[in-house]
């Protein structure tokens, strides 16, 4: 006789095996929370204009899945990924991480994000490198003389763990990040925001301006990437995405969001 232990997936808890069996007649079922990532309601006017250029935007995506939003260029993406990233407040709506009970019940107030839990790389990241090496790069920001051994190593940890997750673990940190291939480029600008530790990761344009072997190279860094860390996309590649994506929305004309599946 077999009998399934059902495991339902939590917010960093790896559960590799979500079927195991036993040898038993009862059936155990142990389950978790989880979080989902949400815009709601957001309209945003920039200050000094008289019309929206975001009207009532929601979106759900839960955590460590996959979201990407298509749509014509000028209809306002780049300007949600900037409110996402805190880099501008909505002016009116919120936007929050919920966490829910397994039920589908809300758990307790939403967290608002902040721009901590958030990383955001742009589109052409490496025009914005400023180090002459790659260690400088990804630690740029980080305390240089006052921090003592615990925050040393910890930071170390979380270096080593950033470099590896983007494949970056094999490369000399003494180079020069503009030496880089355009897809060793968009690794290094990859491990830069998660270093961080973000809950979410926004990525506007991953693949722009890259040649095929890179782009391969990417969404198959991006489709690891997305087993730690849920990531939301702005992207006119909507072919060889798909195959990462579990959530699509269209942002058309005047910056209403939809939820539409991609038009392949
Ligand atoms: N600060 C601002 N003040 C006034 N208008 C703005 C401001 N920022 C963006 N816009 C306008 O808002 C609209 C949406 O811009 P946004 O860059 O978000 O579009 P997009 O969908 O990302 O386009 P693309 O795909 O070309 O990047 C555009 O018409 C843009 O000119």
Known sequence: MTTSLSLSCSFGFEVPNSRLK???????????????FEIRDVSYRPPGTQSNILSGVSLSLTERSFGLIFGRSGSGKSTLLQLIAGLSKPTSGSICIQRYRDDGSP???????????????????????????????????????????????????????????????????????????GGYKRRLALAIQLVQSPDLLVLDE???????????????????????????????????????VDQSWHMHMGGMLKEEPLPL
């Open 22 to 36: 036993f040898r038993d007649t009862r059936s155990l079922k142990v389950s978790c929370d989880y979080s989902r």
């Open 206 to 244: 991953p693949l722009a301006g890259l040649d095929w072997k890179a782009r391969a190279d990417v969404v198959k860094l991006l489709k690891n990437l997305k087993e730690k860390v849920t990531i939301l996309v702005v992207s006119h590649d909507l072919q060889e995405m798909a195959a990462l």
């Open 107 to 181: 758990h307790q107030s939403p967290i608002l994000s902040s721009p901590e839990r958030v990383g955001i790389v742009f589109q052409f990241p490496e025009r914005y490198f400023l180090a002459d090496n790659i260690l400088d790069e990804v630690t740029f920001g980080w305390p240089r003389q006052k921090a003592g051994l615990p925050l040393k190593e910890h930071l170390a940890s979380r270096l080593q763990r950033a470099i590896s997750s983007v494949g970056l673990s094999g490369i000399s940190l003494d180079k020069d990040p503009r030496s880089l291939s």
